[in-house]
């Protein structure tokens, strides 16, 4: 049984525009880091947003995700707003946490988006337990836990999946693979070639799908929901896809034989998408344009806001550390 | 009439919590029917039923790593540790998420989380099933960790515990579990009892000895031995280490200007040198002696009785240290 | 392939000694922890023998392995002396570990045994360590690693079979199916029910063997061993078994339904192994009598040794933490 | 004439062990022909070949857990976690395995392992990237602990340690790789330097300031600010936390009578409570004034760069504190 998602243009050219929406928040986002704008690490996401926003279009309020270091895409496609983005990535006071996280933490809790997270396999478990709550709380709702290639090598992925599929928790595990962890290639990380036989190894369902193709991840992700909520059991999905730039800025990422990086390249997600919504799909070119014009209309805009907010005050270092600190326990 | 136990305290605030707030779980291996390896959990899977009881499968970091993402959607959840020594394998859950994730995400949710161990010594468990880890965890910001010493604390401290909006690590010492009794009564209400306030065990004024988990006993015995000696130990038990009721011990110092502090982990990195240190710089004006500290040799714990005997300070090992301690004082 | 063991009576005799000697030795043991002559926790052998004493036979002086809690079993197919065992676990001086290990921590590290492991899961990667110098070392050795059903759950099997399978490393991981983790029944714990069909997930060879058998346990070590010394890799073996008794001394295992017990009382792998050898092998009553006597005799003398040996010194405690502990460092 | 950086140090300590013997390896995710995040194992790849060099996938507990059982077999494997605060993920492997393997089996192997951890904040990297953990490695009974602060020590004790036969915990500071500098020279020989031999940096009179990894830097630099204003500090650098050189921190107490400890971990269960504990023990009757212990805010790690700067000690900071420290203590 394959879920059939009949979308109307409107809805497809939206998919398109929050495609858009990541590529565009993440080359500006490179842009402004080169100008020494923003601090720390940045792993950008480009390349891989078919996957983030076909997964999250078939997600409702109550669901939740987690996400990883390449978190941006997760974010933006769970409608976070790039403006407190930005402002998060310059550190600032109005970011979505307040200049604590940056990149690697930033989170949405308002929207179940649990955070991007630093530690390689780290969210893994935190979504297994949000789908226990869920399923404890017969809420309907499902977790999606979003993870590389990579991190499929890590104990976190094994013992929640198994946990997951044993207990039949409303659960999305979606595999980026993206060909590396890091700077190592998958054959040189695993002996496997799909992640999705791991999905064997815990009597679970094993998917793999184009995750250059949104329509076709909205179709794994309505099946996957489906069966979640109806209380069915999770579903590993691996995502084939590619990230088009190094792991994070900085790396030239010269490990990657130009064969491949060719590839690849042809098939963008978003070309692919595009060729397909004015080809297949009718849609006419000034559409198109005023999308690519609103997107970047709104990240100048959010940019530019977020420039403009104010630094957290030094004193808000030891603040958040306990929600009930009582007396002294939060002093130096 | 029953004896109301350290193990029946536990088991009664997690019952008592989990009747007020459905959000409240359970979640641990072993747990469920068999009433867990130190029956602690007994009963509480035929009352509380499947939704509040999630036994696991053998996966450390994930039974924490579920605990802390479901606190991350509103539940309250309990996690046992076996034996601390276990924790290790959870360790990124706790220390890189659970710890820091209120922080990190600017205040936007919280961890409301217990994590219980078994800690300590007893019974030739050896080296990996009889460590006292707690120095490890009172160093991480955003971690409350607790160690009651009685039933009642126990039970105070769970029930506030679980109440608390922060992550918890809450250590129950597994020779505790069983004989040392209480009030009597099958159950005995018990108020949470407030993080940071520490409890006098024992007046005196010569030396304040400053004691948690079943070392206090041993120490508490060990008083009473010096008294009949002239020597007046004040036994102190902070009960909560983070928050630590600075007051009390500053208190206490003041009145005795000697401190000793006695616990179960080595020495070396033991959370007695963050007592100790503290004293050096909060207390120094009051103190007329220097800093005794008292904990296990620097060792892993070994199998054979007579050495795990010799690696731990026991009543007979604290009154002899204490005692040479006042006459270098005097 | 399977590879053929064609096996002497007498070998045949032996393996029936060994089994027998693990099983009088843990029966031994049970009864001195009754009488209160040995501290800790210990967890009996009692129903697998034939897994450690089939695997066992096919290892070579160089070989290794890993154990588990439940560990005397493995140590004695490798050869070690009943004697030191029985002095480690009455805690004196000529113990094994001289005391310091008891029955979770003993060790023989002359044979190749590197130790029983109080941390579920904690030898699996130490094997594979193991198995790596040997690779590096080019010694042709093999490593084992020995772990439950339970095991199998946690991060470090997971995380060590995909190492080994990418690295082709020299090593058997051997489960011993026994249906519980404590007091948990493996359909409580996995939703899989062969354990073997984990090894796909890293691409590795998984065989089930029937682990009551002692000669189907030699027939999957025979083939797993050739294929690691030749470079092929490693096997995840299955030996599906059963422990007779609780899972430590003190366990009444009433979470056992009876008919389950019934069942594997009757598969006892020294009856079926007896009856293999005075039918089909044609050994005769007066052997079998003979090693029976034998075994007797050389435990019974073995824990009148033991008890015989001194204790440690009370000064002992603070030795060999480090083998070089510099001035003052090991001190209190 | 190219600079001798703390990076270069620790590629040639390893470079060089490994020529000595083939029994020497390093593991690590990333560590092969990229030459690692920091660029660390840059030459080593293609120098030592594949079977002194390992590169893994993320699997921190198994990049241990391998290591200490290839030293079970006699190697010598020098394991990376790219930031200590991966090392959480492999705990059990480092407490309950190898830390512990020498003394439960009664001596009969050794884990001669060396584990080099990248430390402490710089760059906004954040609160799981940050952390400066020695602390709860210098509590475990048979780890040992390094913390070198120049390039020289940096070699000599990498050297050292990849020769001792116990497991070494070996922290480096990810802001000391670059730019610190040291002897001119592209390869710069150094021996081997014994463990639990502290080194003063600068001698002073006034006042003892104990330092390590990237906070000595700036201890020193506060030291030259207080000189001009007539405070004489001596920055003491351990150099080893496990072992601890306590004749020559004493010694420096016996004559300056105060005592300043300055690291980057928070002050709650840093390794400063360590030695102010045994100072306020040994050194109670030379210590003048109370112990000051500086360190980092009790907070995770915060990303932006003005709450990064706040959370941590700098030279301004400790300049401030000890100039404080020393109006109090006249
Ligand atoms: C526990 C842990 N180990 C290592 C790292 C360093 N690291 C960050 S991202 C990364 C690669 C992750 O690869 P993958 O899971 O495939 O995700 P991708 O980067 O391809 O999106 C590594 C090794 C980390 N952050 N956490
Ligand atoms: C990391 C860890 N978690 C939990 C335990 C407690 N424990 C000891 S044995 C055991 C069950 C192991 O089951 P399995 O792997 O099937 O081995 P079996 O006992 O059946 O031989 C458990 C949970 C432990 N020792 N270590
Ligand atoms: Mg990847
Ligand atoms: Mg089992």
């Known amino acids: 049984m394959t879920a059939t998602v009949t979308k109307t243009l409107d809805e497809r050219l939206e998919l398109f525009r929050q495609m858009l929406l990541i590529r565009r928040f993440e080359e500006k986002a490179s842009r402004l880091r080169a100008k020494g704008l923003i601090p720390g690490f940045l792993h950008p996401y480009i390349g891989q947003e078919a996957v983030a926003v076909g997964i999250c279009d078939q997600l409702r309020d109550g669901d939740a995700l987690t996400s990883t270091h390449r978190g941006h895409g997760h974010m933006i496609a769970r409608g976070a707003d790039p403006k407190r983005m930005y402002a998060e990535l310059y550190a600032r006071e109005t970011g979505y946490n307040r200049g604590k996280g940056g990149s690697l933490h930033m989170m949405d809790a308002d929207r179940g988006f649990l955070g991007a997270n630093g530690i390689v396999g780290g969210g893994i478990p935190l979504a297994t337990g949000a789908a226990l709550q869920m399923l404890r709380g017969r809420t309907g709702g499902v977790a999606v836990s979003f993870f590389g290639d990579g991190a499929t090598n890590e104990g976190t992925f094994h013992e929640s999946l198994n946990i997951a599929s044993l207990w039949k928790l409303p659960i999305l595990y979606v595999c980026e693979n993206n060909l590396y962890g890091e700077f190592t290639r998958q054959d040189k990380h695993q002996s496997i070639k799909d992640v999705a036989d791991r999905a064997a190894a815990y009597a679970m369902k094993g998917v793999i799908v184009d995750g250059n193709d949104v329509e076709a991840v909205i179709a794994v992700a309505a099946e996957a929901t489906a069966r979640a909520r109806a209380g069915e059991g999770p579903t590993l999905i691996e995502a084939k896809t590619y990230r088009h730039r190094g792991h994070f800025e900085g790396d030239m990422a010269r490990y990657r034989p130009q064969e491949e990086v060719d590839f690849w390249m042809k098939r963008d997600p978003l070309d692919l998408y595009e060729a397909r919504l004015t080809g297949e799909f009718g849609a006419d070119a000034d559409a198109i344009q005023a999308i690519r014009d609103a997107v970047e209309q709104q990240l100048d805009a959010a940019a530019e806001w977020a420039g403009e907010q104010p630094h957290p005050d030094p004193s808000e270092s030891t603040e958040d550390v306990y929600v009930d600190s009582y007396e002294g326990a939060a002093l130096r | ?330």
């Open chain 2, 1 to 330: 009439m029953t004896t109301f136990t350290y193990a029946d305290a536990i088991r009664q605030a997690i019952s008592e919590e989990m009747d007020a707030n459905s959000d409240v779980f359970m979640i641990g291996e072993d747990i469920g029917e068999s009433g867990g390896v130190f029956g602690v959990s007994k009963t509480l899977w035929e009352k509380h039923g499947h939704h509040q009881m999630w036994d696991t499968p053998i996966s450390e970091t994930a039974v924490v790593g579920l605990a802390v993402g479901a606190a991350m959607m509103g539940a309250r959840p309990v996690a046992e540790i076996m034996f601390s020594d276990f924790s290790m394998l959870a360790m990124d859950q706790i220390v890189n998420q659970a710890a820091k994730l209120h922080y990190m995400t600017g205040g936007q949710l919280s961890v409301p989380l217990v994590i219980r161990m078994v800690t300590g010594t007893g019974g030739s468990t050896a080296a990996q099933h009889s460590q006292s880890l707690e120095g490890m965890f009172t160093g991480v910001p955003g971690l409350k960790v607790l160690a009651p010493s009685t039933p009642e604390d126990a039970k105070g401290l769970l029930r506030a515990a679980i109440q608390d909006p922060d992550p918890v690590i809450f250590f129950e010492h597994k020779l505790l579990y069983g004989g040392r009794g209480g009030p009597a009564g099958d159950v005995v209400p018990v108020d949470p009892i407030r993080f940071g306030v520490g409890r006098i065990h024992r007046e005196g004024t010569d030396v304040t000895i400053v004691s948690y988990l079943r070392t206090l006993h041993h120490a508490l015995a060990a008083a009473e031995e010096l008294a009949e000696e002239g020597i007046s130990a004040e036994v102190w038990d902070p009960r909560t280490l983070v928050p630590f009721d600075r007051a009390g011990l500053a208190a206490s110092i003041k009145k005795t200007g000697r401190l000793v502090i006695a616990h179960e982990a080595p020495v070396r990195g033991g959370f007695g040198a963050e007592i100790a240190a503290w004293a050096a710089s909060e207390c120094f004006g009051d103190l007329t002696a220097p800093v005794l500290r008292i904990g296990a040799q620097n060792a892993p714990i070994p199998y054979a009785p007579i050495l795990e005997n010799t690696v731990l300070p026991t009543q007979a090992s604290i009154a002899n240290d204490v005692r040479a301690f006042m006459k270098r004082a005097r």
